[in-house]
């Protein structure tokens, strides 16, 4: 399986503390996705990072991709209690014929008040 | 949010069954998924269609047939359904291929199979 593993599989924080989860993923990616799933809700998109960027931000996210190390790594800065959450990554592999993501099995996110 | 909508939202079947899960879109997007998703395995794709009538296998899809006859629908179909198929399904769409492209996400349908 190409599936990216995320880590920590939990994290518990308090409110305005950052927060960061990682994600290695196996073989060589086009790109590497992350999501957010509220509690009983679909996934809802994040960002996308393509193989060539080493850094993205978005609002107050910050992923990078280190492809030499097959990692990756979100950060979500002044946490606040609506971040709580599990974050997934995705990744679709290069080279396989097969379209589709991979999924990760989440980190599950607590912002404490 | 995008229009995605899947139906039924929940149900509760006997093995042995047959059971269909709708995914209906409103976005004209070509690209359409299933996945489970289970304690401990995250995500798994099921099936995955790239056009009417082009679909395509993924990661888990024994068990499991589709359809996709109108660019808006995307049915699962589970002929017989077992225990181990008891999961949470959600159905997907995206304008481009996953490799570059987001995916939208319905809001899950909830299957127990007794």
């Known amino acids: 399986s190409q599936q990216g593993e995320e880590d920590p599989q939990a994290l518990s924080i308090q409110e305005g503390e950052n927060a960061t989860m990682n994600c290695s993923y196996k073989t060589s990616i086009n790109n590497l996705q992350w999501y957010r799933q509220n509690s009983g809700r679909g996934l809802v998109h994040l960002i996308l990072i393509r193989s060539n960027e080493r850094e993205k931000h978005s609002g107050r996210l910050r992923v990078t991709l280190d492809t030499s190390k097959k990692s990756s790594s979100l950060l979500i800065t002044a946490s606040r209690a609506a971040d709580t959450a599990s974050y997934f990554c995705a990744t679709h592999f290069s080279g396989g014929g097969a379209d589709g993501l991979t999924f990760g099995k989440g980190t599950h996110l607590i912002i404490q008040p | 949010d995008a229009g995605i909508t899947q139906s039924p939202r929940h149900k509760v079947t006997e093995t042995g069954t047959p059971v269909t899960l709708r995914c209906h879109q409103t976005?004209?997007?070509?690209?359409m998924y299933w996945y489970r998703q289970d304690p401990g395995h995250g995500l798994r794709l099921i099936h995955y269609s790239y056009g009417v009538k082009d679909t395509d296998k993924g990661e888990v899809s024994d068990g499991y047939s589709v359809s996709r006859s109108k660019t808006e629908d995307f049915l699962l179909t589970l002929e017989s359904a077992t225990s181990s198929q008891t999961s949470v399904y959600f159905c997907?769409?995206?304008?481009?291929?996953?490799?570059?492209?987001?995916?939208?996400f319905g809001e899950g349908s909830r299957l127990t199979v007794l």
């Open positions: 976005e004209n997007h070509r690209y």
């Open positions: 997907a769409i995206s304008e481009r291929q996953s490799n570059t492209g987001e995916l939208f």
